[in-house]
Nanobody
Framework: QVQLVESGGGLVQAGGSLRLSCAAS??????????MGWFRQAPGKEREFVAA????????YYADSAKGRFTISRGDVKNTVNLQMNSLKPEDTAVYYC?????????????????WGQGTQVTVSS
């Protein structure tokens, strides 16, 4: 069983920054067992891809809306993945979810992810 727990969400003003973290645990989970992704879902919208990172952390992929502003990384603490969000905009407001997939390379497809966290709320005011 793999469990994912997000943290770091909150309320910030437009132009501000937040750093989200995802802590993973489970009998078989290691830093190199899974590629990790971040998704978000705003009210009335479907869940959408934000960023992903490969098992070894060498490959990353970003949604166009995140490029140049967000950075995904595997954390210094074992079994963690982070999402640094800078220059936040009101349209970034959503619940952000951490997810894990057994694929070696990042994927943007929700259906490819095997495990999901409960989500953390990010609200960006104007």
């Amino acid at each position: 069983q793999v469990q994912l727990v997000e943290s770091g969400g909150g309320l910030v003003q437009a132009g501000g920054s937040l750093r989200l973290s995802c802590a993973a645990s489970g009998r078989t989970f290691t830093d190199y067992n899974y590629s990790m992704g971040w998704f978000r879902q705003a009210p009335g919208k479907e869940r959408e891809f934000v960023a992903a990172i490969s098992r070894n952390g060498a490959a990353t992929y970003y949604a166009d809306s995140a490029k140049g502003r967000f950075t995904i990384s595997r954390g210094d603490v074992k079994n963690t993945v982070n999402l640094q969000m800078n220059s936040l905009k009101p349209e970034d407001t959503a619940v952000y979810y951490c997810a894990a997939t057994g694929k070696f390379f990042p994927t943007i497809r929700l259906s490819e992810y095997d495990y999901w966290g409960q989500g953390t709320q990010v609200t960006v005011s104007s």
